[in-house]
């Protein structure tokens, strides 16, 4: 565990506390609607948002609806779809789109390859997929020769591919979440604040590049990354910075 790490202490009025998801403060699971959010981490975000005045937010590849579901009854500020829409503040009335879903013919065509082995799945993330191959890690060649031969035989549509963790994330070029957190620190109560980022994959890098313009810090969950502040070694790591910087551990129950 890096001790600078779990020992950030940050100043709440001063930050903005940016969390990745998948990977990040939750536990990876064999497909995305699996994943759990334990009590305590949600009891401690719920805290952290009084205490930073709302700027906590999460940033995701997750649609802000999968998030809602996810952290119900929390209705957190968030970047969401790599930056597809993001939230400001906590409520759905401001949620702001900044792109149109994946073309379905398109989606259809990379839900394909999901079906041309076992283990592949599609996550239809509504901006973007993912085909996830977790369950059959040595598919993951085929899988990204198949959706980049996709994207060749469709040159009309501007993709990214960009593999993580077992997973393949197909997204429309143009958008972030880099932009996604550029947008959402435009607006209060995330404006002049400095953020403080934690991300666990090749997705999170784009924010990792542009925090400094913010004069912030970033973490890395899982790995080291060379050029940011530090690393967490796991996502239960991060949950217990989490919940003590919360100031929850001192007043849990024995
Ligand atoms: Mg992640």
Not at 211 to 233: K, N, P, Q, W
């Amino acid at each position: 565990m890096n001790i600078a790490a779990t020992c950030l202490v940050p100043d709440f009025q001063a930050c903005a506390l940016l969390l990745d998801v998948d990977g990040t403060i939750l536990d990876l699971a064999p497909t995305p609607q699996e994943v759990r959010v334990p009590s305590s981490l949600r009891h401690a975000m719920n805290r952290l948002s009084e205490r930073t005045g709302g700027a906590l937010a999460l940033v995701s590849g997750r649609p802000l609806s999968d998030l809602d579901r996810l952290f119900a009854p929390l209705q957190l500020p968030a970047v969401g779809g790599h930056g597809a829409e993001f939230r400001p503040i906590s409520g759905s009335s401001l949620d702001i789109r900044r792109t149109v879903p994946l073309d379905a013919t398109l989606k259809r065509k990379f839900a394909a390859i999901a079906e041309s082995g076992t283990g592949i799945l599609i996550e239809d993330k509504g901006y973007s997929v993912a085909l996830h191959y977790r369950l059959a890690p040595e598919l993951g060649d085929v899988v990204n020769e198949a959706a980049a031969r996709v994207c060749l035989e469709n040159p009309s549509v501007s993709i990214e591919l960009l593999r993580g963790k077992s997973v393949l994330e197909i997204k429309q070029a143009g958008f972030s979440k880099a932009t996604g957190v550029r947008e959402l620190m435009r607006y209060p109560p995330f404006r002049d604040r400095h953020p403080i980022f934690l991300g666990d994959d090749v997705t999170d890098e784009s924010v990792f590049e542009i925090i400094g313009d913010f004069h912030g810090l970033a973490y890395s969950v899982g790995r080291m990354v060379s050029g940011i502040d530090g690393y967490f070694e796991n996502p239960e790591a991060v949950r217990g910075w989490l919940v003590r910087i919360s100031g929850d551990d001192e007043t849990a129950a024995p």
